[in-house]
RNA sequence: GGAGAGGUGGCUGAGUGGUCGAAAGCAGCGGUUUGCUAAACCGUCGUAGGGUCAUAAGCUCUACCGGGGGUUCGAAUCCCCCCCUCUCCGCCA
């Protein structure tokens, strides 16, 4: 959610900047909209005003032992206005309240003008592509014949979309969460935590899921209980309503769940394997700052998720999205894309932003500065998708006899060096 | 799931129909005193949204005592529903 002030007080240059991302749809509303919602107010508490000083008058006299008999029935023939005033107020506060609610984050100046994910910029590439003397094989062909994933009884059990993995299979999945969280905690900073893996709607609105994008999201049928479509819904909620003291930033929280997505709109990419799966692990990375860092912390929680890649010798490049390809909640957004031999190209693992307030602001996430508390800077990224770099993995490291060499950083996790196929 | 107790400002904790946005204490902030620290003393100290206005200060109004309804001229206080916490029982990993 924007600053209402700054937003009724630079209007034009909002709409400029809102425009380079595409979204500037309903603004020229928000001038009448917010006109019309004063006035309301003006008028409903003014009423309500004479209304109070008539009952405390009414108070008065009684304990003068006076009549007030007609003075009762003044205030209670004006309550029908206010009840009618006070439900146009609420109109036009609700109608108000959502038109800014559904307002997108303003991009960071520092963020390339462009109108779709052609625009997006890439920013470093690290490592080589490994030039294979034998024609690798997509992990959707590699995994069935080492007997470690099983997608026809994964939606046996299930329905398409989800993965069933088997012995070394479920190993190394354990084993890269297992990675990912020692090297967070222990060379990164991060504090570990575990938590809900189900929220409310309260919690989806404070990061910016809802109201616009419940058509991505699980729901509990008659509850409202959902599942989380990122750890960073429930972990950036943990302070959400509170006020931090200053000297407690920045807060560095890492937090692996599974994460559940509809993936509505998205028939028909990436049907085959597990790229693009309805539930999938993760690792993420958030951290709270102070407004003037957030840009130093994000690049630095960019390379956090980035050393993964590094420890494991995968291949990748980090691009910085255009205006044109951000969230709705996010100022800026690094993504990381690894490289897959099986699709010949680079596929993203990450996905790093900076939401400046934006989050703070509608999960009301504080921290006390100077006499005042303000809005604090959230970021998050994840670091990494845990199933991606599994299949990164299985299709980076793969040998002309069909086994797969697990990387030297991870070997400690697996007590393997290689995947062989199951008998 | 059953029975009971409770949810008040950063914290503790008063307040059962009007003058209560809410006593008191602690913490915080400003100051006096002090060689320094501590203590003492004085003052100040909630949030959001309107109006006035310079998007300031100040003044003023409205709302907020877990959430939502209701009764009443008037609700922190009375009634109903829901949520959460604690204790006991049942069940369960």
Redesign the pocket.
């Given at each position: 959610m924007l600053d209402?002030?700054?937003v009724r007080?630079?209007l034009d240059a909002v709409a400029a900047r809102l425009a380079t991302r595409g979204a500037s749809a309903g603004l020229e509303q928000f001038r009448e909209l917010?006109r019309k919602?004063?006035a309301a107010?003006?008028e409903?508490?003014?009423l309500?005003?004479q209304?109070?000083?008539?009952?405390?008058k009414?108070?008065?006299m009684?304990?003068q032992g006076l009549d007030?008999t007609a003075?009762?029935e003044a205030?209670?023939a004006s309550?029908a206005r206010v009840a009618a005033l006070e439900e146009e107020q609420k109109a036009f506060e609700d109608g108000f309240r959502e038109l800014l609610a559904g307002i997108p984050n303003l991009p960071h100046e520092s963020v390339p003008v462009g109108k779709s994910e052609a625009d997006n910029v890439e920013v470093r590439r690290v490592g080589e592509p490994r030039q294979f003397d034998f024609a690798p094989k997509a992990h959707w062909d590699l995994g069935p014949e080492l007997g470690i994933l099983d997608l026809e009884r994964a939606a046996k059990i299930t329905g398409a979309r989800f993965a069933l993995y088997w012995d070394m299979g479920a190993k190394l999945e354990r084993a890269l969460i297992n990675f990912m969280l020692d090297v967070h905690t222990r060379e990164h900073g991060y504090t570990e935590v575990l938590p809900p893996f189900m929220v409310n709607s309260r919690s989806l609105f404070g990061t910016g899921q809802l109201p616009k994008f419940q058509e991505d999201l699980f729901k509990c049928e008659g509850q409202d209980l959902w599942l989380i479509p990122t750890a960073e819904v429930p972990v950036t909620n943990i302070y959400a309503g509170e006020?931090l003291e200053a000297d407690a930033l920045p807060v560095k929280l890492c937090a692996y769940t599974p994460c559940f997505r509809s993936e509505a709109g998205s028939y028909g990419r990436d049907v085959r394997g597990i790229i693009r799966v309805h539930q999938f692990q993760k690792v993420e990375l958030v951290k709270f700052t102070r407004p003037e860092a957030s840009y130093d912390e994000l690049e630095k929680l960019t390379a956090d998720a980035e050393d993964i890649l590094r420890r494991l010798d995968l291949p990748f490049r980090t691009i910085v999205l255009s205006t044109g390809d951000m969230g709705f909640s996010s100022a800026k957004t690094y993504d990381i894309e690894v490289w897959l031999p099986g699709q010949n190209g680079y596929k993203e693992i990450s996905s790093c932003s900076n939401y400046e307030a934006f989050q703070a602001r509608r999960a009301s996430i504080r921290f006390r500065g100077g006499?005042?508390?303000e809005y604090l800077h959230t970021l998050n990224g994840s670091g990494l998708a845990v199933g991606r770099t599994w299949v990164a993995i299985i299709e980076n490291f793969q040998q002309r006899d069909g086994t797969v060499v697990i990387p030297a950083a991870l070997r400690p996790y697996l007590n393997e060096e290689v995947i062989r196929p199951r008998k």
């Open positions: 209402l002030a700054y007080n630079n917010d919602r004063r107010i003006t409903a508490e003014q309500k005003a209304s109070n000083a008539q009952s405390q009414i108070g008065q009684k304990r007030t003075e009762q205030v209670r309550k006020t006499k005042k508390a």
